[in-house]
């Protein structure tokens, strides 16, 4: 739930970043925040949380990236009308929660995986 969450092991400077995503059947399979406009990727870091592997199980669930910061400016009822707002609409969506895009959310996919 948006509640709880796990922030990221790595920290990143505040800026504004490129997010894209992977599609398939309508359904996101993978997605990441270019951290550097170069076209070449020169090294990769993967979403790693403090306890985990930075793998997310698929059963019903959300992924949402943004500036913990921002969220907990937020009020709770706040809070839930951008979920719900999203929820409505069902797909990958840049969020304005307390900036112009500064939440990106998506379905983690159809379940039975991660």
Same mark, same amino acid.
């Given at each position: 739930d948006i509640y709880r969450f796990e922030p990221l092991q790595r920290r990143v400077t505040p800026g504004e !970043?490129? *997010?894209e995503t992977v599609t398939t059947h309508d359904r996101v399979a993978g997605?990441?925040?270019k951290l550097s406009e170069s076209e070449q990727a020169v090294k990769?870091?993967?979403a790693n949380t403090p306890s985990g592997n930075?793998? !997310?199980? *698929?059963?019903a669930g959300n992924?949402?990236?943004f500036d913990v910061a921002n969220l907990v400016?937020?009020?709770h009822l706040r809070k839930?009308?951008?979920f719900n707002e999203w929820s409505l609409e069902g797909k990958t969506e840049l969020l304005s929660m307390t900036g112009q895009d500064d939440c990106v959310i998506c379905t983690?996919?159809?379940g039975d995986g991660a």
């Amino acid at each position: 739930d948006i509640y709880r969450f796990e922030p990221l092991q790595r920290r990143v400077t505040p800026g504004e !970043y490129l *997010v894209e995503t992977v599609t398939t059947h309508d359904r996101v399979a993978g997605i990441r925040v270019k951290l550097s406009e170069s076209e070449q990727a020169v090294k990769w870091y993967a979403a790693n949380t403090p306890s985990g592997n930075g793998v !997310y199980g *698929v059963d019903a669930g959300n992924l949402a990236i943004f500036d913990v910061a921002n969220l907990v400016e937020l009020s709770h009822l706040r809070k839930e009308k951008l979920f719900n707002e999203w929820s409505l609409e069902g797909k990958t969506e840049l969020l304005s929660m307390t900036g112009q895009d500064d939440c990106v959310i998506c379905t983690s996919g159809f379940g039975d995986g991660a």
